[in-house]
């Protein structure tokens, strides 16, 4: 019968094999503990900030008037075609002629918006064919900001060919939405 081996010696080739050490993980210090709780600190701020925001973001989608009606009343008080007078009639192209359009926007709101006519509006004509705002001299244009329950009158215009007299007049906002206008001159 064999005898176990005695485990307090060792054999030759065991005496020979490295040694292998694993580090212990450093102790706790004051500023370990620190940096892990600046990362709790920020992450839960991350967290709360994010919630914040979707919930304001709910509550106002609830509450808030929706659409260009809910925040703007649009007049199309009356359009014209003109050459836009000596100065501005250098600068169109052959062929070509003014739209303008005068209009009153009221504020349907009880707070102070910016309405940008010389960005948010288009025209359009039969073929499909958009024209942006152009600057034609003397009209006020219509931009800026509009008190809540305010009133303001302006003028856009288009640079648009003679022969096309069908329009539709388009204002898209891109928070408060689209609304358009037949418009014929």
């Known amino acids: 019968m064999q005898s176990a081996p005695d485990p307090r010696i060792a054999t030759a080739a065991q005496s020979r094999a490295p040694q292998v050490s694993v580090p212990s993980p450093p102790p706790s210090t004051p500023q370990s503990r620190n940096v892990r709780g600046l990362i709790t ?62 209009l009153t926007v009221k504020n349907a709101t009880g707070n102070p918006h910016d309405f940008a006519g010389y960005i948010d509006f288009t025209a359009k004509d039969g073929a499909g064919q958009v024209y942006k705002t152009t600057y034609l001299p003397g009209p006020e244009p219509i931009d800026g900001t509009i008190p809540g329950g305010a009133t303001k009158n302006g003028s856009i215009a288009f640079e648009v060919p003679t022969n096309q007299h069908a329009f539709t007049l388009i204002y898209a906002d891109p928070v408060f939405g689209t609304q358009q206008w037949a418009i014929t001159v």
């Open 41 to 102: 600190t920020l992450t839960v701020g991350i967290v709360a900030t994010v919630l914040i925001v979707v919930v304001t973001f709910v509550l106002l989608s609830v509450r808030a008037p929706h659409g260009v009606a809910a925040t703007w009343a649009i007049t199309i008080d009356s359009s014209r075609v003109t050459d836009g007078g000596s100065i501005a009639a250098t600068a169109l192209q052959p062929g070509d002629t003014y739209l303008a359009i005068d």
